[in-house]
């Protein structure tokens, strides 16, 4: 019975049946639904409480199909003899294992980041930093503390950044707002890859609860993970641009020399020559307007209008002074203080002052188009006047007394810094007012950020001796006295002087004595400077040459 009962079951109910219906199963099974689904609601009662105790037994559905390991087992397997390139290979397995994977196994630490300070300023050098680094997405971090990471910087924000600004970092970032996007060290890198997906960001603050020590639970931030990241695990290799210095954050190895050329930015930076603090056009006309008009050393009289603009725009005199809110009383913030000797005038273009005056300390404040320290430049005009005034006194005896040669002070055997010079003054003279130490009686310290022009007294006295050049050419009388005697000492044969180029002759009689710095020294450190060496003679003399230039051609 026990054969009889095997092979009708094998044959009525595995042969037959798949004979007849391997060619006409959709037309069988349509027409006996109705069979099918009342047999099964009449063995519902004893099959589902036996399906329910062979899952508990099991465990796991035994299934002819492969699970996720043994597909994994399959692929290495096979290996180079299928028909899967090693890549392909690579990136099968790779997308079969990333939900295996967490954000941890992959974050790049936080130590490695490239990272900005929420106090920095977008100058030169920061643009540049950040250009070198090469990375789209800067984490900014406040503080000493590089894991109290409060914003993210975009590169592309930076597009309407100027760097000679000098913008702070927290005004683009407060800007913008980009959102942080945080995830904990043990988020699965699909679930990751799903967030990412979903343009919430495309770099994420890794951060764990960190249960160690007697305190409560915080969150420590561990390091970053970004899209490139999952992306590597996917296809098991390393993602690298043209900026990229390592192929791996963890390993620390560096990216073979491609013959690339490091990326030199400093053709970008501005000149020496140009202003290193920037202000508007309309501020500069202003600012030459009420020198020109309204202060005493910088009228018509004493420098000419040309020179005054040269002066405002040489690299020095426009100057920016940040104002530290920690420490309202750092010597930094203070322009004068009162009994100090200075030699430099000041004007306040933009911001606030407070000006503290006498022995009652009297205080009051002071804002834009205010200015101090007048008579620590004037004492230059009061000194060339004198020295005028010497020279002219004296011009009868030096012209009746000098020969030719020396008519016009051009003496090479002399010694250029001799105490009296051929026009009857010494050439210390010209600069005693170094001297004169001027000592305000008051103090000025800054409230805010300022700006403001500062002119020391050097500066004030190439300006003004290049002014006077640059009106006062050579009188005819003098020219007249000079063909005169020379045609005197050719008569009586006395050998004629050969003639001297007018801009070597020009920088031995106007030698002007500085200082090694715009402070004050000693008369011993005292160095002699030539015309061609005074900023605001240098474009005029350039401009002189192409016109003669120009007038030998035509």
């Not at 054969?3 to 109910?13: E, P, Q």
């Not at 180029?501 to 005292?526: A, Q």
Request: charged fraction near 25%; aromatic fraction near 8%; proline fraction near 5%.
């Amino acid at each position: 019975p026990v054969l009889l009962c095997a092979a009708a079951v094998f044959l009525g109910g595995e042969v037959l049946p798949y004979s007849v219906c391997s060619r006409h199963g959709l037309a069988i099974a349509s027409r006996t639904l109705c069979l099918t689904r009342l047999l099964m609601l009449a063995a519902f009662p004893l099959c589902y409480p036996l399906s329910r105790l062979l899952d508990w037994a099991l465990r796991q559905e035994l299934s002819v199909f492969s699970t996720r390991e043994r597909l994994l087992e399959t692929l290495r397997a096979a290996g180079p003899h299928g028909d899967l390139v090693r890549e392909e290979l690579a990136m099968v397995q790779g997308a079969l294992e990333l939900r295996t994977k967490v954000v941890e196994d992959v974050l790049t630490p936080l130590a490695d980041c490239f990272m900005l300070r929420a106090d920095a300023v977008l100058d030169f050098a920061t643009v540049s930093e950040i250009l070198r680094s090469g990375y789209t997405r800067i984490p900014v971090y406040e503080g000493d503390r590089r894991d109290n990471i409060v914003d993210l910087l975009f590169v592309k924000d930076l597009a309407f950044v100027d760097p000679d600004d000098c913008t702070p970092l927290q005004t683009v970032t407060r800007f913008y707002r980009r959102p942080l996007h945080c995830v904990f060290n043990d988020t699965r890198l699909d679930t990751l890859l799903e967030e990412f997906k979903k343009g919430k960001s495309h770099l994420a603050i890794v951060q764990r609860v960190n249960n160690e020590g007697e305190g409560d639970p915080f969150y420590e931030v561990m390091g970053i993970v970004t899209l490139e990241d999952v992306i590597e695990e996917i296809i098991k290799s390393e993602i690298l641009d043209e900026t990229d210095l390592y192929t791996d954050n963890r390993k620390k190895e560096r990216v073979p020399h491609r013959g690339r050329k490091p990326q030199d930015f400093s053709i970008f930076r501005l000149s020496e020559s140009e202003m290193k603090v920037k202000i508007s056009p309309q501020l500069l006309l202003a600012t030459h307007r009420f020198m020109a008009t309204e202060v005493e050393p910088f009228k018509s009289p004493y420098l000419s209008e040309k020179i005054l603009l040269r002066l405002l725009k040489h690299p020095n005199v426009i100057q920016e002074l940040k104002y530290d809110r920690k420490n309202k009383k750092a010597a930094e913030h203070y322009l004068y203080q009162r009994n100090r000797p200075v030699d430099y005038f000041v004007l306040i273009l933009q911001g606030k002052v407070e000006v503290e005056v006498g022995k009652e300390g009297l205080r009051f404040e002071n804002g834009a188009f205010t200015y101090y320290g007048v008579p620590a430049i004037m004492a230059v005009v009061s000194s060339d006047n004198d020295v005028r005034k010497t020279g002219s006194l004296s011009g009868s005896s030096f012209l009746l007394n000098r020969s030719p040669s020396r008519c016009s002070g051009l003496n090479r055997s002399e010694s250029p810094n001799r105490e009296q010079n051929d026009y009857g003054g010494s050439t210390t003279q010209l600069h005693s007012s170094s001297n004169n130490i001027y000592t305000p009686d008051y103090s000025v310290h800054i409230l805010c950020d300022v700006q403001f022009v500062k002119v020391t007294r050097q500066q004030y006295h190439n300006a003004l001796v290049a002014s006077r050049m640059d009106s006062s050419p050579q009188s005819p009388d003098m020219e007249a006295f000079d063909r005169d005697s020379t045609k005197a000492s050719t008569a009586r044969g006395t050998p004629q002087t050969p003639k001297e180029d007018p801009t070597t002759l020009l920088n031995e009689r106007n030698s002007v004595m500085c200082d090694r710095s715009e402070g004050l020294r000693s008369p011993s450190e005292s160095v002699f400077l030539r015309m061609e060496g005074i900023p605001f003679i240098q474009e005029e003399l350039a401009d002189n040459e192409e016109n003669s230039k120009r007038q030998s051609e035509s």
